[in-house]
């Protein structure tokens, strides 16, 4: 099969248009026609990944966060001399195709919020920020089975997502039954407003910070830092699942793997 097969299979889960507007997602790197037999799913494409992917001998990668962003200052080269040259050039001179299906996924059916709200086994869901009515939204509300403390979901969030440090702000004590949530980072203030007004009694996100913490515990909602890197990274094996079952169902033969690297860039003592 060819890249662009792989890449319809993508874009019929989450459509680029769902994309944030200044989020860059979509082909990378590569040649949509070519032939493609082995491929690699990961968060980020770290230098791990990369090593893991030539090693392999895959010809295809799919990241949710994307190699390069809009706002970054335009690339004027491509050299060793830098990390993201050095990638490029792996890339293209091992034949490897690179693909980043980032916030299209975090709302799509399924993917980013989806995952992580399973997992945490909440119930009666609904959207937490609509910013497009075309697209789906972002974040999700839902509520736990019966009240628990805050200390108590704190662990819980943190046995489900395999990552025994999570951070909390808020009263242990504090009962909370009424969950926020948007995996990776969720700080923008329109999502901390958006779960306010909403009455969540606590909001699940990463990248949280001492003053946004202070802020909005101050204001009665209670805080849970699952950490970027594990709110987000049980989409890497969603990814390989989708791609696996479309290939089935049409008989393809295929290898899709999920990189084995850790990319979970905090690690506590």
Known sequence: MTAQWIIDVMEEWAPLNWAMESDNVGLMVGDRNRSVSRVLTALDLSEAVLREAVKGRFDFIITHHPLFSR????????????????????????????????????????????????????????????????????????????????????????????????????????????????????????????????????????????????????????????????TEIPIAEAIAERIRSAAASKGYQIVVEKAEADGQTFKSI
Do not use: W
Not at 155 to 166: I, M, Q, R
Not at 178 to 199: I, Y
Not at 207 to 217: F, I, K
């Open 71 to 230: 706002h970054i200052q335009p690339i004027n080269s491509i050299t060793a001399d830098t990390t993201l040259g050095k990638k490029l050039m792996t890339l293209i001179g091992n034949g490897i195709g690179l693909y980043s299906a980032h916030t299209n996924l975090d709302v799509a059916e399924g993917g980013v919020n989806d995952i992580l709200f399973n997992m945490l086994g909440l119930t009666n869901k609904e959207g937490l920020l609509l910013l497009n009515e075309n697209n789906p939204p972002i974040g999700l509300i839902g509520y736990l089975q019966e009240a628990v403390s805050l200390q108590d979901l704190a662990k819980h969030v943190g046995a489900v997502l395999k990552y025994g440090h999570v951070r909390y702000a808020g009263r242990p004590e504090m009962p909370v039954k009424k969950v926020g949530l948007c995996g990776g980072n969720g700080t923008n203030p329109l999502f901390l407003k958006a779960a306010l007004a909403k009455s969540c009694d606590v909001y699940i996100t990463g990248d949280l910070t001492y003053h946004m913490s202070m802020d909005t515990q101050e204001s009665g909602m209670a805080l849970i830092d699952g950490t970027h890197y594990a």
